[in-house]
């Protein structure tokens, strides 16, 4: 059967870290509030000439690099945003023509925070039924652009930074020994919509609008729909909480990470946690984590790493891959 193996990572930054201290001659709020409540520290925030596909595309290159691929070997482009460049076209075409690559096919998965979940998802259901043969899967967000920078409920939460993997399709023995994906599993709930949202679009104002959020409900419902898609893998799968080799959870808040990983019985140690240093950067976050964690030499070939993410929507996904 075919497996979809990851090949490369890679990930960019804004210039400007923004820290806790800072944001306090913003909003009344303090440092001791915000790590108490999230483990966020500071976030990394777009400056001029930064941009949802600027950043895309810097990941996407240093992914395209750490694999050895050049842009001619990619034929699918898919980049998980809430916060694009222009309504359209694609932040992924954008991308595409800054990387140089004019072949295959290019597009966004809109999933918010979920994004990457279901944009690996989406990449490995083309590569494993022979529609692409490799594909660029780029998490790219500035969701500093939606924020209200007056509400310290929702400003303090969120930073701005690009992640991209590049993945191939490879005939594989169809035992869970492979490289590769192993199983996913994606959900969403509209009933949940405002709950976390942006107050604007085209359609509705003909404005961007600003992110508002339920903090307590979300968090209320995060941990139950986390825990169900991850518990749908390992049942896909045989596989269980003792078998993975790192948890890299979407990082939206430290106590929904813990809380998450304590009731999955997952081992505090294989939790892999970026949130203080990048804070919220929804799409972004998953491959921001894998990015870290790579280049510190946690994450090595053979190892099962499991993938969760929980979005506005709602929208809630989990990925099993043997890297």
Partial sequence: MIRTVVRGYGSCLPEKAVTNKDLESLVETSDEWIVQRTGIRQRYVAGEGETTCSLGAGAGRAALENAGFE?????????????????????????????????????????????????????DAYLR???????????????????????????????????????????????????GV???????????????????????????GHLRMQGREVFKHAVGMITDVIESVFDATGMNADDIDWFVPHQANKRIIDASARKLG????????????????????????????????????????????????????????RW
């Fill in 71 to 123: 842009p001619q070997d990619i034929d699918l482009i898919i980049v998980a945003t809430s916060t694009p460049d222009n309504t359209f076209p694609a932040a992924a075409v954008d991308i595409q023509n800054r990387l140089g690559i004019t072949q295959g096919a290019a597009f966004d998965v809109q999933a918010v925070c979920s994004g990457f979940v279901f944009a690996l998802t989406t990449a």
């Fill in 129 to 179: 039924t022979g529609l692409a043969k490799r594909a660029l899967v780029i998490g790219a967000e500035t969701f500093s652009r939606l924020l209200d920078w007056t509400d310290r409920t929702t400003c303090v939460l969120f930073g701005d930074g690009a992640g991209a993997l590049v993945v191939e399709a490879v005939e594989s023995t169809g035992t869970l020994d492979d490289r």
């Fill in 182 to 208: 192993l199983a996913s599993k994606l959900r969403s709930d509209g009933c949940h919509k405002n709950k976390l949202y942006v107050d604007g679009g085209p359609s509705s104002t003909q404005t961007v």
């Fill in 266 to 321: 997952i081992d505090p140690d294989k939790v892999v946690i970026t949130v203080d240093s990048y804070g919220n950067t929804s799409a972004a976050s998953i491959p921001l984590a894998l990015c870290d964690a790579l280049d510190a030499g946690r994450i090595k070939q053979g190892d099962v790493v499991l993938l969760e993410a929980m979005g506005g929507g709602f929208t809630w996904g989990a990925v099993l891959v």
